[in-house]
């Protein structure tokens, strides 16, 4: 029933009450709630079903990004010649979370006219990654008398997955131009410089270092050769990226494992375009997802598949069992990024131990998410004795992150330590190093 039924109900009640002062009132609110009772059925008859009176279409993408805003825009015409009053409510995931309209925005209500189309855009931030399903619409038409409403379900359930933001990609779609990546010497075709692989034989300059130097040629020719290098046209880089628990810890209502995954296909996309090799290992107690290092876009949508879904997992990272199994899959000298945390001592200690195995063969980059809470919590000026406990642990805390960070450098790792909004820039500039350095 509506709010103008309700009133009417509410108006019969006058001459009701009165009748107890007024005898023959009784009959006027008799009379009166008879009009009611038959304006109530023909307005029943007459309001027509949902299902039949109206079409109704849900636009939304099949891929989604997470703690991210996406559009859902509902479609819908009024396919009688009369007008409509109605009410429409969508039904997204459960767990979904609504951008700047609320969740407010997912209902809407409008008059609409004869053969009217009429559409609205809500938005929805979904928390993680993985598959979800949007449900039926549901429909609510008044009659037109007002009086009654008529209640109605589209069916409309649709499947959505939930991938890492992409939209880094694209806004990072720049730095992927040859113009600038070549800068770096990073570029599709090879480049003469101080690769690993020979190019030719020239001319000794005085900018050439001694080494390249060839004493063979130069005793040939009666005059000092050169050697010209090129960086080689693939180089390979595997992303190694920890499941287990510390990665479950949150930055900004975002667990670490999704700041990472972000991060690792940001990297992913660069290095396809930069025409290196990328491969994936993923693992916590024991290793998930395996992509040797292979070429192009079709290498990065492989790991685009294998990390949309996945799950940090409450148990304890196993480095050990990790490391071993990629060196029985992968023995070529790669560069190794290490997707992990530092949460704690004993992690830490197991961690160190263990990445020296992978560096004596790799060129390893540890990655580490920083929280920015925590330096906040050290830089600030406690005035309760509460604050002072935290500032007091944040400090220790960012003292352990370090002590661990100065290890892994002696043993020969690079170290990209950045807030998750600096997180693909540093990790790309790091990239960016490796591969104008040689190092590989």
């Given at each position: 029933m509506t709010r103008r039924f309700l009133w009417l109900v509410a108006l019969g009640l006058v001459p009701l009450l009165a009748s107890y002062a007024v005898g023959p009132l009784a009959y006027a609110a008799v009379l009166w709630n008879l009009l009611i009772v038959a304006a109530v059925v023909c307005d029943y008859l007459l309001c027509l079903k949902p299902e039949d009176a109206v079409s109704v279409a849900r636009e939304v993408g099949e891929v989604l990004?997470?703690?991210?805003?996406?559009?859902?825009?509902?479609?819908?015409?009024?396919?009688?010649?009369?007008?409509?009053?109605?009410?429409?409510?969508?039904?997204?995931p459960a767990v979904f979370d609504f951008g700047k309209e609320g969740a407010a925005g997912r209902q809407k209500t409008k008059n609409l006219a004869p053969f009217e189309t009429w559409e609205y855009t809500y938005h929805v931030v979904p928390p993680a990654r993985g598959d979800f399903v949007f449900r039926d619409i549901f429909l609510r038409v008044t009659g037109p008398l007002g009086l009654v409403t008529r209640q109605g379900v589209i069916p409309a359930e649709k499947p959505v997955a939930v991938y890492p933001n992409l939209r880094a990609v694209e806004d990072y779609e720049i730095m992927l131009r040859r113009a600038m990546l070549s800068r770096q010497g990073v570029r599709r075709m090879r480049t003469v410089g101080a690769g690993r692989e020979f190019a030719s034989l020239r001319d000794y300059t005085p900018d050439d270092e001694y080494r390249t130097i060839d004493w063979k040629a130069t005793a040939r020719r009666g005059?000092?050769?050169?050697?010209?290098?090129?960086?080689?046209?693939?180089?390979?880089?595997?992303?190694?990226?920890?499941?287990?628990?510390?990665?479950?810890?949150?930055?900004?209502?975002?667990?670490?494992?999704?700041?990472?995954?972000?991060?690792?296909?940001?990297?992913?996309?660069?290095?396809?375009?930069?025409?290196?090799?990328?491969?994936?290992?993923?693992?916590?107690?024991?290793?998930?997802?395996?992509?040797?290092?292979?070429?192009?876009?079709?290498?990065?949508?492989?790991?685009l598949e294998a990390l949309y879904a996945s799950r940090a997992e409450p148990v304890e990272s196993d480095y050990r069992s990790a490391f071993r199994f990629l060196a029985a899959r992968w023995r070529k000298r790669s560069l190794a990024v290490v997707f992990t945390d530092l949460a704690d001592p004993e992690s830490s200690a197991v961690l160190l131990r263990e990445i020296g195995h992978l560096a004596a063969k790799h060129v390893v980059v540890c990655v580490v998410v920083s929280d920015p809470l925590i330096g906040e919590r050290a830089r600030h000026v406690p005035t309760t004795p509460d604050s002072v406990y935290e500032k007091a642990v944040a400090e220790e805390v960012i003292a352990e992150r370090r002590r661990a960070l100065n290890l892994l450098k002696k043993r020969g790792v690079l170290i990209v330590d950045a807030e998750p909004h600096e997180l693909s820039v540093e990790l790309i500039s790091r990239y960016l190093l490796v591969k104008s350095r040689s190092l590989l």
């Amino acid at each position: 029933m509506t709010r103008r039924f309700l009133w009417l109900v509410a108006l019969g009640l006058v001459p009701l009450l009165a009748s107890y002062a007024v005898g023959p009132l009784a009959y006027a609110a008799v009379l009166w709630n008879l009009l009611i009772v038959a304006a109530v059925v023909c307005d029943y008859l007459l309001c027509l079903k949902p299902e039949d009176a109206v079409s109704v279409a849900r636009e939304v993408g099949e891929v989604l990004s997470v703690a991210a805003e996406n559009a859902v825009t509902l479609r819908i015409r009024n396919q009688t010649r009369q007008p409509l009053p109605m009410t429409v409510r969508d039904e997204p995931p459960a767990v979904f979370d609504f951008g700047k309209e609320g969740a407010a925005g997912r209902q809407k209500t409008k008059n609409l006219a004869p053969f009217e189309t009429w559409e609205y855009t809500y938005h929805v931030v979904p928390p993680a990654r993985g598959d979800f399903v949007f449900r039926d619409i549901f429909l609510r038409v008044t009659g037109p008398l007002g009086l009654v409403t008529r209640q109605g379900v589209i069916p409309a359930e649709k499947p959505v997955a939930v991938y890492p933001n992409l939209r880094a990609v694209e806004d990072y779609e720049i730095m992927l131009r040859r113009a600038m990546l070549s800068r770096q010497g990073v570029r599709r075709m090879r480049t003469v410089g101080a690769g690993r692989e020979f190019a030719s034989l020239r001319d000794y300059t005085p900018d050439d270092e001694y080494r390249t130097i060839d004493w063979k040629a130069t005793a040939r020719r009666g005059k000092v050769i050169s050697r010209t290098y090129e960086q080689e046209r693939s180089q390979d880089i595997l992303l190694l990226i920890d499941q287990g628990r510390l990665m479950r810890q949150e930055i900004g209502h975002t667990q670490k494992l999704d700041h990472v995954v972000s991060a690792a296909l940001m990297l992913a996309h660069v290095v396809a375009e930069a025409d290196d090799r990328v491969g994936l290992l993923t693992f916590s107690d024991d290793a998930k997802a395996w992509l040797p290092p292979a070429r192009g876009r079709s290498a990065y949508s492989g790991i685009l598949e294998a990390l949309y879904a996945s799950r940090a997992e409450p148990v304890e990272s196993d480095y050990r069992s990790a490391f071993r199994f990629l060196a029985a899959r992968w023995r070529k000298r790669s560069l190794a990024v290490v997707f992990t945390d530092l949460a704690d001592p004993e992690s830490s200690a197991v961690l160190l131990r263990e990445i020296g195995h992978l560096a004596a063969k790799h060129v390893v980059v540890c990655v580490v998410v920083s929280d920015p809470l925590i330096g906040e919590r050290a830089r600030h000026v406690p005035t309760t004795p509460d604050s002072v406990y935290e500032k007091a642990v944040a400090e220790e805390v960012i003292a352990e992150r370090r002590r661990a960070l100065n290890l892994l450098k002696k043993r020969g790792v690079l170290i990209v330590d950045a807030e998750p909004h600096e997180l693909s820039v540093e990790l790309i500039s790091r990239y960016l190093l490796v591969k104008s350095r040689s190092l590989l």
